[in-house]
T-cell receptor, first 113, second 109 residues
Framework: GAVVSQHPSWVICKSGTSVKIECRSL??????MFWYRQFPKQSLMLMAT?????????EQGVEKDKFLINHASLTLSTLTVTSAHPEDSSFYIC?????????FGQGTRLTVV | KQEVTQIPAALSVPEGENLVLNCSFT??????LQWFRQDPGKGLTSLLL?????REQTSGRLNASLDKSSGRSTLYIAASQPGDSATYLC????????FGSGTQLTVLP
């Protein structure tokens, strides 16, 4: 299966600061990357879809100015949580757009204090 | 809008038991269905993928079935072990993945 590397695996930051999460596809080129968020005891919810070389598509209710997505190359997509607040504390996970089967990064546990 | 439901939400069984996890979806026009395992604080591990044209897939002690017409899938785990304890998620693909809320499985030694 596809190998996906996501960093950091966990991060604690102060309220008001920004956090960048990286997602790399190690053994294939991903033109599309899906970013999900998972709150405790809940399932994964799609936040946005990034496309290499173009603007990301955000799901309803997700603030594009708060969750900045960059997909500058076929192997790297980043999600930056800007001006983070405690309610942004969650588990963020990426998944490259593989046509036949979904694979996921290891996830990033973000805690905003 | 596709909705995916998993029952039960939590399950606790003694080691060695066979068990079945259930997943249902509202829109049968799916491309495929995937079962994942998620350990606490970790990412998702793909267990089994069933294409829309298939009825089941097997991997070791795991067997997943798919009945598109009724909008149901089951994950059968044989001879459960404490190491099987995790949350199991099913997800269906129609354009994008839609996940169920998961079943938290605890296998007691």
């Amino acid at each position: 299966g596809a190998v996906v590397s996501q960093h950091p695996s966990w991060v604690i930051c102060k309220s008001g600061t920004s956090v960048k999460i990286e997602c790399r596809s190690l053994d294939f080129q991903a033109t599309t990357m899906f970013w999900y968020r998972q709150f405790p005891k809940q399932s994964l919810m799609l936040m946005a879809t990034s496309n290499e070389g173009s603007k990301a598509t955000y799901e309803q209710g997700v603030e594009k100015d708060k969750f900045l997505i960059n997909h500058a190359s076929l192997t790297l997509s980043t999600l930056t949580v800007t001006s983070a607040h405690p309610e942004d504390s969650s588990f963020y996970i990426c998944s490259p757009g593989v046509p036949t089967e979904a694979f996921f990064g290891q996830g990033t546990r973000l805690t905003v204090v | 809008k596709q909705e995916v439901t998993q029952i039960p939400a939590a399950l606790s069984v003694p080691e060695g038991e066979n068990l079945v996890l259930n997943c249902s979806f509202t829109d049968s026009a799916i491309y495929n269905l995937q079962w994942f395992r998620q350990d606490p604080g970790k990412g998702l591990t793909s267990l089994l993928l069933i294409q829309s044209s298939q009825r089941e897939q097997t991997s070791g002690r795991l067997n997943a079935s798919l009945d598109k017409s009724s909008g149901r899938s089951t994950l059968y785990i044989a001879a459960s072990q404490p190491g099987d304890s995790a949350t199991y998620l099913c997800a269906v693909l129609i354009g994008q993945l839609t996940f169920g809320s998961g079943t938290q499985l605890t296998v007691l030694p």
